[in-house]
């Protein structure tokens, strides 16, 4: 946290008490290696202190449409982050991703964050929204760059990215980008479990 009480912000505060609860809610676990190590990672980095990110736009690549993880995490930005500025699909499977992410956001009452269709990756999808995707719903925008740009012209400062999908729309684009590894910062999901 700041040293000076005075410079300590609500943001600062919502922060410090979310990484307190993830922190008790680890040790409440003692004995389990996976939650000793997580607890232990979240003690050495510390109490967030992050103010430059609290208004920077927000950039999700998600593979929505297979677990439900995704819809989960794209409800909550899309209900409490007035700063979600884009949705990236990933892993597509011809588009549809893309569709049932705009479908999703506009039920939401988030029809003005852009969406677009991101990489195609192999044949083998894991994609369970079919049929739940209104005939009406136009396909989604391939150019991703374009989209990225949009975002990164809009402000200079940093750009949060989170990752909940496969990391090609992120390597496609610092690949063609170099310089927005300054600006970016990244939070990336790991790989499943089999």
Known sequence: MKENSADITNEDLDLYKQWQADLELLE?????????????????????????????????DTDIGGDPDDAIAIAIAARSTPELALVVTSDECGGERARFARHYLDLLGRP???????????????????????????????????????????????????????????????????????????TQMGGAIN
């Open 28 to 60: 409440s676990f003692p004995g389990e290696p996976a939650f000793d190590i997580m607890a232990q990672e979240l003690r050495e980095a510390g109490p967030p202190d992050r103010p430059e990110l609290y208004h920077s736009p927000l950039i999700i």
């Open 112 to 186: 003005e964050v852009p969406v677009v269709a991101g990489r195609q990756l192999a044949d083998t999808r894991y994609h369970v929204v079919d049929g739940l995707i209104p005939a009406d719903v136009p396909p989604q925008p391939a150019d991703v760059l374009a989209a990225v740009d949009h975002v990164t012209d809009s402000t200079d400062g940093p750009i949060r990215w989170c990752g909940i999908g496969p990391l090609s729309n992120l390597a496609d684009v610092l690949a063609a980008r170099p310089q927005l590894r300054e600006r970016l910062r990244v």
